[in-house]
């Protein structure tokens, strides 16, 4: 996996590893273990989110799934909409609201360009 440590790799493959062969581990058990911090950019965005009263009434996995989202364009991931939505168990119409919303509401949208 290019661009992922090996530590995050072997973290990943064990928690992978403990929920197929319905081992009770939890996510926090592991990256204990590991060397790899599970806290990362979409929690900070879920935070931010709550702070600015951005996630109230919403549907907390379209609002994770934005989240990841966001995280992945910010880190240069290639994840598409449709690729989080699966995973989030959400439609792909929740992840793109919830995406404009957030970007929207967290000012991350890009600076205007100014024109002389």
Known sequence: MRGRSIAAIAAAALYAACRNSETPRTLREIAEISL??????????????????AASGKDPMGLVAAALYIACLLNNEKKTQKDIAEAAAVTEVTVRNRYKALKRQLGLEPAPAITF
Do not use: P, S
């Open 36 to 53: 790899v911090d599970k806290k990362g950019l979409a929690i900070n965005i879920l935070r931010e989110a709550k702070k600015k009263r």
